[in-house]
């Protein structure tokens, strides 16, 4: 007899399991008279099987014991069937279905970090496509090298003036003329453009003066007149060309001594000319261009020489030497200047006028320099002249006081030069140079302090 035992179980499903022959094999055992152990059938004898089962128990088992193993066998391969199901199931899952069955803390944490991400996303395409408001990609090419233009100043200071000139005047060779300052000389010509002048005395009491040109080029100058050694050993700190008449025999000594580059009228009467209106020996004129063209006949081109060292004007608002007074020979020689502050230049006067010349047009200038100096510088006699006067005799190499008059008021100095090719100095109480306004320099040369005057 066969027989099929089946066990339900609710969350596992159903077992069937058959036993073959259960009752024939259970009726062959007979029971006898009197209590004897009972042998349990063979192995062989009872012979169960069940599907799927791989492993077989030798041992006798109740239908009771066989039927709850069954059970138990039949649960554990219904649990292995249920999983591998399960297994699939996840594997097939998209999604959309596993954020579903995520818990509601977790899909706030993956939509923030999702919207995270697009955001920066979003902002880096932004960057890309429309580079900060362009509607283009930008792409960094290489910059060719530029070259940077050289700019030429159009003017530059002078060398000698300080004024804004074109660089080329600098370039000029300098050229002092002599120029005469007795009653029969005036009024001069040419003295109001030249950038330095120095005034001294020549002999007799009658001064005369060296006029240095760079800057500009007057086509009338006179009276020139003879040549002086102090002259010579001033001009030579300006490296200039010296235009003269003859001069004195230490003076012409030392002009070839001393290698100056001569312009003697005696030796060059090409650049120089008589006026009728005047006698001699008062009426010898020249003018720059002219002497600028003996200079390259002779190849003196340019000059090498250190100006005095410049500032812009700053006029004082109270002015303490508003009148200078430099005492020199008598009143027909002793010059004094007058500060006017709407230019912040000095007027020169001598013998109680204006100092004015002419043009050649006859059309008048007065002399108005930036800078006054007053110079003490000790004076003694040289020879004698042709009229038995004699020569002025200055020290030009070593140091001495100096009165610089500019801005309105006075700044008291040492002059300094250490030699004939050396330029002077003008330096303060601390040793520091003084700077000297833009302009025309009128230096005179006195014999003492006491020679100079101021209120």
């Given at each position: 007899?066969?027989?099929?035992?089946?066990k339900?179980?609710?969350?596992?499903?159903?077992?069937?399991?058959?036993?073959?022959?259960?009752?024939?094999?259970?009726?062959?055992?007979?029971?006898?008279?009197?209590?004897?152990?009972?042998?349990?059938?063979?192995?062989?004898?009872?012979?169960?099987?069940?599907?799927?089962?791989?492993?077989?128990?030798?041992?006798f088992?109740?239908?009771?014991?066989?039927?709850?193993?069954?059970?138990?066998?039949?649960?554990?391969?219904?649990?292995?069937?249920?999983?591998?199901?399960k297994?699939?199931?996840?594997?097939?899952?998209n999604?959309?279905?596993?954020?579903?069955?995520?818990?509601?803390k977790?899909?706030?944490?993956?939509?923030?970090?999702?919207?995270?991400?697009?955001?920066?996303?979003?902002?880096?395409?932004?960057?890309?496509?429309?580079?900060?408001?362009?509607?283009?990609?930008?792409?960094?090419t290489?910059?060719?090298?530029?070259?940077?233009?050289v700019?030429?100043?159009?003017?530059?200071?002078?060398?000698?003036?300080?004024?804004?000139?074109?660089?080329?005047?600098?370039?000029?060779?300098?050229?002092?003329?002599m120029?005469?300052?007795?009653?029969?000389?005036?009024?001069?010509?040419?003295?109001?453009?030249?950038?330095?002048?120095?005034?001294?005395?020549a002999?007799?009491?009658?001064?005369?003066?060296?006029?240095?040109?760079?800057d500009?080029?007057?086509?009338?100058?006179g009276?020139?007149?003879?040549?002086?050694?102090?002259?010579?050993?001033?001009?030579?700190?300006?490296?200039?060309?010296?235009?003269?008449?003859?001069?004195?025999?230490?003076?012409?000594?030392?002009?070839s001594?001393?290698?100056?580059?001569?312009?003697?009228?005696?030796?060059?009467?090409?650049?120089?000319?008589?006026?009728?209106?005047?006698?001699?020996?008062?009426?010898?004129?020249?003018?720059?261009p002219?002497?600028?063209?003996?200079?390259?006949?002779?190849?003196?081109?340019?000059?090498?020489?250190?100006?005095?060292?410049?500032?812009?004007?700053?006029?004082?608002?109270?002015?303490t030497?508003?009148?200078?007074?430099?005492?020199?020979?008598?009143?027909?020689?002793?010059?004094?200047?007058?500060?006017?502050?709407?230019?912040?230049?000095?007027?020169?006067?001598?013998?109680?006028n204006?100092?004015?010349?002419?043009?050649?047009?006859?059309?008048?200038?007065?002399?108005?320099?930036?800078?006054?100096?007053?110079?003490v510088?000790?004076?003694?006699?040289?020879?004698?002249?042709?009229?038995?006067?004699y020569?002025?005799n200055?020290?030009?190499?070593?140091?001495?006081?100096?009165?610089?008059?500019?801005?309105?008021?006075?700044?008291?100095a040492?002059?300094?030069?250490?030699?004939?090719?050396?330029?002077?100095?003008?330096?303060?109480?601390?040793?520091?140079?003084?700077?000297?306004?833009?302009?025309?320099?009128?230096?005179?040369?006195?014999?003492t302090?006491?020679?100079?005057?101021y209120?």
């Amino acid at each position: 007899m066969d027989m099929d035992i089946k066990k339900t179980n609710k969350n596992k499903g159903t077992v069937k399991i058959k036993v073959n022959n259960f009752n024939d094999r259970i009726n062959s055992v007979k029971p006898t008279a009197s209590p004897q152990k009972v042998e349990t059938p063979k192995q062989a004898d009872v012979d169960l099987e069940i599907d799927n089962w791989e492993n077989e128990e030798t041992a006798f088992k109740t239908p009771e014991q066989a039927s709850a193993e069954d059970n138990i066998i039949g649960e554990q391969d219904l649990d292995m069937t249920l999983d591998n199901k399960k297994d699939k199931k996840r594997k097939k899952r998209n999604p959309i279905t596993w954020f579903k069955l995520l818990s509601k803390k977790k899909k706030i944490i993956i939509s923030v970090i999702a919207a995270l991400v697009l955001m920066l996303i979003a902002a880096a395409l932004y960057f890309l496509v429309f580079n900060h408001g362009k509607n283009t990609i930008s792409i960094i090419t290489p910059k060719k090298a530029t070259v940077k233009k050289v700019v030429v100043p159009t003017t530059v200071p002078s060398t000698l003036t300080g004024l804004q000139v074109s660089p080329d005047v600098n370039k000029r060779q300098v050229t002092a003329v002599m120029i005469e300052n007795s009653l029969d000389a005036r009024p001069q010509s040419g003295l109001d453009q030249a950038g330095v002048v120095f005034e001294a005395i020549a002999e007799g009491g009658v001064t005369r003066f060296m006029a240095i040109f760079q800057d500009t080029q007057p086509t009338y100058i006179g009276p020139v007149r003879s040549a002086r050694p102090y002259y010579v050993s001033w001009l030579l700190g300006f490296d200039a060309a010296y235009a003269h008449v003859g001069g004195s025999q230490d003076a012409l000594a030392d002009i070839s001594t001393w290698g100056v580059k001569d312009l003697n009228q005696f030796a060059n009467s090409g650049p120089y000319q008589r006026i009728s209106s005047r006698y001699a020996p008062h009426n010898v004129y020249t003018s720059i261009p002219a002497l600028n063209t003996l200079e390259s006949s002779k190849g003196y081109t340019s000059s090498t020489y250190t100006g005095f060292d410049r500032k812009k004007d700053t006029p004082s608002k109270t002015p303490t030497a508003s009148t200078i007074n430099l005492s020199l020979s008598g009143p027909y020689y002793n010059p004094s200047f007058a500060y006017d502050p709407s230019s912040n230049s000095y007027t020169r006067s001598e013998n109680g006028n204006v100092h004015t010349e002419l043009d050649s047009s006859g059309k008048s200038a007065t002399i108005t320099p930036k800078v006054v100096i007053g110079m003490v510088t000790p004076l003694g006699q040289g020879a004698l002249d042709a009229t038995g006067a004699y020569y002025s005799n200055y020290t030009t190499i070593g140091s001495g006081n100096a009165y610089i008059f500019q801005d309105g008021i006075v700044t008291k100095a040492t002059w300094t030069k250490n030699s004939n090719t050396d330029q002077i100095k003008f330096t303060d109480t601390t040793g520091k140079l003084v700077k000297l306004n833009a302009g025309q320099t009128w230096i005179t040369a006195v014999s003492t302090d006491s020679a100079v005057t101021y209120k």
